[in-house]
């Protein structure tokens, strides 16, 4: 189980004098703590505090340093991962079934069409129509599902943001000629160079 930590720091008076002094930190995090974090399963564990001293300063530089060290050496996990997925002529992405391909364990996946379909359908709706709330576009989807469209997953505002990011991988990786919608395929097209 996931544990939150918060990290408060004051590098001057008149930070504190401003209301975002210490306590207004601590309240501000535990708020977001209670609001966003907990409701995920994420269990408090605690306050890390910095006051504007030389110890202070060597601790946040060396906690940046462990967490670049921690990102980088994740991402050489993550791009060895891939590259071997790759070579395998399977795709990266976890457990779960990637956007645009059916699940198939023994090797390469097919298309799924109705998702593609779809994902075409966000990328109009939020890149062409402008409707920047992935929320709106979520209800539009539901409102299709109660129409008795087919919907292969349960979305949510962070799925479509992660489906109109896998469209451009398959689009960079298969081209545009998959693309139903001609005013998508014409916006891929342009997004690609013509290519």
């Not at 198939?104 to 998702?115: A, L, S, T």
């Not at 992935?134 to 997953?153: D, F």
């Not at 505002?157 to 689009?171: E, L, M, Q, S, Y």
């Not at 545009?176 to 014409?186: A, R, S, T």
């Amino acid at each position: 189980m996931p544990v939150a930590y918060g990290y408060v720091r004051c590098s001057h008076d008149k930070q504190a004098e401003s209301g975002l002094g210490e306590e207004g930190q601590r309240q501000e995090i535990l708020r977001y703590y209670e609001t966003n974090l907990k409701p995920k399963g994420a269990e408090w564990g605690k306050f890390f505090e910095d006051t504007s001293t030389p110890i202070g300063r060597a601790m946040r530089q060396m906690m940046a340093m462990v967490d670049e060290l921690s990102s980088g050496m994740t991402s050489q996990r993550n791009e060895a991962a891939a590259a071997v997925l790759k070579s395998q002529g399977r795709q990266a992405g976890g457990p779960g079934k990637p956007y645009g391909y059916h699940k198939n364990p023994g090797g390469k996946m097919p298309p799924d069409v109705p998702e593609r379909r779809l994902m075409e359908f966000m990328v109009k709706r939020h890149l062409i129509d402008r409707v920047y709330d992935r929320e709106l576009i979520v209800v539009e989807i539901r409102a299709c599902a109660a129409a008795g469209i087919k919907v292969s997953r349960e979305w949510t505002a962070g799925k479509v943001k992660a489906a109109i990011a896998a469209f451009w991988r398959i689009v960079e990786n298969e081209g545009v000629g998959w693309i139903l919608d001609p005013q998508v395929k014409k916006f891929a097209l342009n997004r690609k160079g013509g290519k």
